[in-house]
């Protein structure tokens, strides 16, 4: 069975500095992995996906991961938090016996101090 | 491009009442989602529609959860009879291609439920 483990509920951090939101993931085969964002009272959005092409993925608004298949790590990060980034993020693992299932993390809720 | 609708937004409902939600996908997208997302989890597949036949309900609690893709265009979540632990987020999600795999998912904005 598939699933991933996000290793904080919390993360805080001060707005232009660094953000590492990690995440652990468990597959049986070559798994696709994704890192949605839920802002309050907003749908979840795609930041990024990998899909076993390059393992350093780039996503939207300076978000990129690291798929690394050694340590089963796929660790979200951005060099300059800013406020808007404030929410909370799912590390997701796709089914990969077919037909698109998402299986979601728990969440990390991210907090941008000024 | 219009984005994944979901009506009602808000819904409180006293138990063993029946509630029912509402969506409409992306146009042209031939896969549809309902996933349940409880207060502090992850979103939860409930049942999954390639255009209106059923691909995946194994989470679905059948003896009170029911969902049709009529046409297979919009779709119907529907509880009955509700219970205090149904209290959630549902969220509708679509995706262009049938059954392919790292497929986007594009979600709604979710109905937020209440059962007292």
């Known amino acids: 069975a598939q699933s991933v483990t996000q290793l904080d509920s919390h993360v805080s951090v001060s707005e232009g500095t660094p953000v590492l939101l990690r995440c652990n993931y468990s597959s049986s085969y070559s798994p696709s992995l994704f890192w949605y964002v839920q802002h309050p009272n907003k749908g979840l959005q795609l930041l990024l996906k990998y899909t076993s092409a390059a393992t350093l993925v780039k996503g939207i608004n300076g978000f990129e991961a690291e798929f690394k298949k050694s340590e089963t790590s796929f660790h979200l990060t951005k060099p300059s938090a800013h406020m808007s980034d404030a929410a909370e993020y799912f590390c997701?693992?796709?089914?990969?016996?077919?037909?698109?299932?998402?299986?979601f993390g728990a969440g990390t809720r991210l907090a941008v101090h000024p | 491009e219009a984005g994944v609708a979901q009506s009602p937004r808000y819904k409180i409902i006293e138990k063993r009442q029946s509630v029912a939600f509402w969506c409409n996908p992306i146009?042209?997208?031939?896969?549809l989602y309902w996933y349940q997302q409880i207060l502090g989890q992850g979103p939860k597949l409930l049942i999954q529609f390639q255009n209106n036949g059923v691909v995946d309900d194994s989470q679905l609690p059948k003896d009170r959860f029911s969902a049709e893709r009529l046409k297979g265009v919009d779709s119907t979540l529907k509880i009955q009879p509700a219970k205090l632990e149904d209290s959630a987020v549902y969220l509708c999600?679509?995706?262009?291609?049938?059954?392919?795999?790292?497929?986007?998912?594009?979600f709604g904005p979710g109905t937020r439920l209440l059962v007292l």
């Open positions: 146009s042209g997208h031939a896969t």
């Open positions: 999600a679509s995706s262009l291609n049938p059954g392919r795999d790292q497929e986007t998912q594009y």
């Open positions: 997701v693992v796709s089914d990969s016996r077919g037909y698109n299932k998402l299986i």
